[in-house]
């Protein structure tokens, strides 16, 4: 099946630090997709992304869909402590008829020490 | 109110026992998923269904079946449960099927001792 590689596996940063995380697939993704989990809550969408070389943002949030539509990255600026906790990225396949399926990294833990 | 949401939040149940885990949705999408997650294995599909009279297995349906009693509901059963299902299970949406957007509800934690 499809595997999505998504690094770091965690990161402990400073607080007022920007911070950067990227996915990366072996084959071609037609959307990319940010989601933030809290501890004990489902995943939370932060930013969709649709075209290869897209970028957008979302408050502090930044997120980009790579020209070869094989990767993305997701870079969040000032870090305050509530950016603590699970970022996953997740993707959907250019294949035809699974379109309905997202392919999910494993996720990037991120803690923020004030 | 929260578009999706699932009850119960946490469910604690003994091996053998036949369990439900609910999920509603008020966002009016046609396609609901259920997932669990584990510590290490990321998000994994169940079932998922395109609409009422539609039941898809995912990746991991052996021991687990769904009911979508109507466009809102998509239920999920544990037949006998065991307890490696002890796990956080997910329920999402979304509405169309090239710019696949999920959203997800706010999780049930199971423990299956």
């Known amino acids: 099946g499809q595997q999505l590689n998504q690094s770091p596996q965690s990161m402990f940063i400073q607080e007022g630090e920007d911070v950067s995380m990227n996915c990366t697939s072996s084959?071609?993704?037609?959307?990319w997709l940010w989601y933030k989990q809290d501890p004990g809550e489902g995943p939370v969408l932060l930013i969709a992304?649709?075209?290869?070389?897209e970028l957008t943002s979302n408050g502090r949030l930044t997120a980009q869909f790579g020209i070869t539509r094989k990767d993305s990255f997701l870079n969040i600026s000032a870090s305050i402590p509530s950016d603590v906790g699970i970022y996953f990225c997740?993707?959907?396949?250019?294949?035809?008829?699974?379109?309905?399926?997202?392919?999910f990294g494993k996720g990037t833990l991120l803690t923020v020490n004030p | 109110d929260a578009d999706v949401t699932q009850t119960p939040r946490n469910r604690i149940t003994k091996t053998g026992k036949r369990i439900m885990l609910e999920c509603s949705q008020t966002k009016g999408h046609d396609r609901m998923y259920w997932y669990r997650q584990d510590p290490g294995l990321g998000l994994r599909l169940i079932y998922y269904?395109?609409?009422?009279?539609?039941?898809n297995k995912g990746e991991i349906s052996d021991g687990y079946s769904v009911s979508r009693q109507a466009q809102a509901k998509f239920s999920l059963s544990l037949e006998s449960a065991i307890p490696n299902q002890t796990a956080l299970y997910f329920c999402?949406?979304?509405?169309?099927?090239?710019?696949?957007?999920?959203?997800f509800g706010p999780g049930t934690r199971l423990l299956v001792l």
């Open positions: 084959s071609i993704f037609n959307t």
């Open positions: 999402a949406t979304s509405d169309t099927s090239y710019r696949e957007t999920q959203y």
């Open positions: 997740a993707g959907q396949p250019n294949s035809g008829g699974s379109n309905y399926k997202l392919t």
């Open positions: 269904s395109f609409d009422v009279k539609d039941i």
């Open positions: 992304l649709y075209k290869a070389g």
